[in-house]
């Protein structure tokens, strides 16, 4: 494994390769109680025997998105307790009895995120608190910021969260989906660095590239990608014939025939580098990811099977020209749109899930 190099004082060292939790009791993905209660529990703790110390999560992940609630909450700020939604805080807690088996002195960042919501300032004190406890160690190692321009101003959350971080609370701060300038506003709010920003990033997904990697660089900061393969679609086992089964990815625009048949060079490539290392496309892809020094990823992952396959990416160096030839090849890939006849349903739906997925 390899890790991030940041000053965390005598904190856990970030792993290039984290776990993402967004299916652990998430009834999108309907693995059910059986994978839950003893899958995910494997996946846990062979992560941290392979050296996976990041272990990302969030409060909101695990509840049940009933069309009302999705579309209450993709309005933006949440004006009733959202704690209050069927499986809330489930994700987390998964995740704190999964840690929890590991036993003392693990070593793990347990990282998890703080949904928005109306009045801001005092909501996240008590739910940075309630998920301090689901997540069984009393302690967040990352408290992010899901979705800081939904606040407006983000001063109420930063002074409680400050307050979180004098009392023990919280470790280290971090955003997610934010732009550079809510980034740079979170840690003007804070009086001190955000450590990190989540936010979607791969080989079809570039923008990060504009102006976040280069702010974290110059400040000592990182990026966390997530779905950093695109939920499968750079695995490059997909064709127009052959779609995913899962309707958290079917659905989705890059997996429309005429896209997945857009990728087809695409794909090509990722093969080809990927017979060159006697790897797989989704590691090259997730090797292409983690390429760069301020970057760490976080893939879920359904088996233990697949979390192995995840993390032996971090051992795949790719070389100048391997990474040259795998940026072209995504920067000629041209999705089509979705369709303006698609349902409203469906838009919205699209939109949640990948919102979630941060």
């Known amino acids: 494994m390899r890790y991030l190099d940041l000053d965390l004082g005598a904190g856990t060292p970030i792993s290039k390769i984290g776990l993402g939790t967004w299916q652990f009791g998430s009834p999108e ?56 939604v069927a499986g809330f805080g489930r994700g987390e807690e998964i995740l704190g009895e999964a840690l929890g088996a590991l036993g003392p002195g693990a070593g793990v960042v347990r990282a998890t995120k703080f949904y928005p919501s109306w009045p801001a300032g005092g909501a996240v004190t008590a739910r940075a608190r309630a998920s301090a406890g689901r997540l069984g160690d009393g302690r967040i190692g990352l408290y992010q910021i899901h979705q800081p321009g939904r606040l407006g101003r983000t001063a109420g959350v930063m002074r409680g969260v400050r307050e979180l971080q004098r009392g023990g609370v919280v470790a280290e701060v971090g955003v997610s989906n934010a732009s550079a300038r809510r980034w740079r506003a979170a840690e003007v709010a804070l009086g001190g660095r955000v450590l990190t920003n989540q936010v979607e990033y791969n080989l079809v997904t570039r923008g990060p590239e504009r102006e976040l990697l280069p702010f974290a660089v110059r400040g000592g900061r990182a990026l966390i990608a997530y779905s950093p393969l695109a939920q499968g679609f750079l695995s490059a086992r997909y064709d127009a014939g052959q779609r995913p089964a899962n309707p958290a990815r079917a659905g989705g625009r890059l997996f429309r025939p005429e896209n997945l048949d857009r990728a087809a060079p695409l794909f090509a490539v990722l093969r080809e580098v990927a017979a060159a290392h006697a790897a797989t496309p989704a590691q090259i892809a997730l090797a292409w990811v983690i390429h760069h020094p301020a970057v760490a990823a976080i893939p879920g992952a359904a088996s233990v099977g697949q979390l192995e396959s995840n993390v032996a990416a971090a051992a795949i160096e790719l070389s100048a020209g391997e990474y040259r030839a795998l940026t072209a090849a995504a920067d000629a890939f041209r999705p089509v749109a979705e369709p303006r006849s698609q349902s409203r349903s469906r838009r919205v739906r699209g939109r949640f899930m990948a919102w979630l997925a941060a």
């Open 29 to 84: 993905w309907s693995y059910g109680d059986r994978y839950d209660q003893r899958e995910a529990r494997a996946i846990v703790r062979r992560a941290a025997e392979l050296g996976v110390t990041l272990f990302d999560t969030a409060e909101i992940y695990g509840f049940a998105a009933r069309p009302a609630t999705v579309r209450a909450l993709l309005r933006g700020v949440a004006v009733t307790a959202p704690a209050g």
